[in-house]
């Protein structure tokens, strides 16, 4: 039985906490996931834990808090990992939370394989200058929910990894491949390897006087999705016009436009509605 971390100073604790710096990720190539969804999502998608602390008395509060205390003892029997109980003062020292449930872990940076999905045209999702962690993590978190094969990020971008991000995205990190600061040759050359032409690359844009329902969303697909303070960037603008076009969800006279997260829910679940008959 390994000894409880309690002070906040332990080394375990300092590296983790040091994750939440963008420097820091960069350089292990590992980012934290914390409370017990996350790490349930984790185990679920088969990824393990490279460093562990959690809280035995949290987490057997609950049913899926004890489920989870044993399925973490049964990987650390099994592989060469180690993972540490710890007090709650350790854990929050370890996050950028002010109330951890429990548990907290790092994880290596996933190396996702491209691949389309067989069973439907690919649809990839293009985020250019989206800056804000909420919206990044609800935009991933929405992709995922729309049937979206992968979702490549520009080097304006908010950090995939930031702790923000990674809550916001609730699990998306460990089942939809995503890939950040790619060039726009990278991103062309990745979307046409999975079946995307270019004559199917499309941009929102609250100015398009083409509607995204009028979008034939049935066969492969690219949505382009920028910071709506901003705009298109002109890279992206360029793109689409010369590729596919811009699109725009028709509002109310008067009414400001969606935020990018709402715009990207709006248009990619009118593909899943389109795609649901495939």
């Not at 690219?222 to 002109?234: D, R």
């Not at 890279?235 to 008067?254: Q, W």
């Amino acid at each position: 039985m390994l000894p409880i971390i309690d002070s906040p100073s332990n080394p375990t604790v300092r590296a983790l906490r040091a994750l939440g710096d963008l420097k820091q990720r960069k350089q292990a190539r590992q980012f934290v996931a914390e409370g017990v969804r996350l790490i349930e999502d984790a185990l679920t998608a088969g990824f393990v834990p490279q460093t562990c602390l959690y809280d035995p008395d949290a987490l057997k509060k609950t049913p899926r808090g004890k489920a989870l205390l044993g399925e973490l003892i049964h990987v650390a029997q099994r592989t060469d990992r180690r993972f540490h109980p710890a007090t709650e003062r350790a854990i929050t020292a370890a996050t950028d939370t002010a109330h951890p449930q429990g548990v907290v872990a790092s994880f290596v940076f996933p190396d996702w394989p491209l691949s389309s999905k067989r069973d439907t045209p690919a649809l990839a999702l293009i985020c250019d200058d989206i800056r804000d962690p909420g919206n990044l993590g609800t935009i991933l978190r929405t992709a995922e929910g729309a049937g979206v094969n992968a979702v490549w990020l520009t080097p304006r971008c908010v950090d995939l990894y930031s702790p923000k991000v990674v809550r916001a995205a609730m699990g998306a990190h460990f089942r939809l491949p995503a890939y950040q600061d790619c060039s726009w040759a990278h991103i062309i050359a990745d979307i046409g390897s999975i079946g995307i032409a270019g004559d199917h690359v499309y941009a929102s844009d609250a100015e398009a006087e083409q509607a995204y329902d009028n979008i034939d969303w049935r066969v492969p697909s690219a949505l382009i999705v920028s910071n709506e303070a901003h705009g298109l960037g002109h890279e992206a603008r360029e793109l689409a016009n010369r590729l596919g076009g811009l699109i725009s969800i028709p509002m109310s006279v008067g009414t400001e436009s969606l935020n990018a997260a709402m715009a990207v829910a709006v248009i990619l679940f009118e593909a899943a509605r389109q795609r649901r008959g495939l």
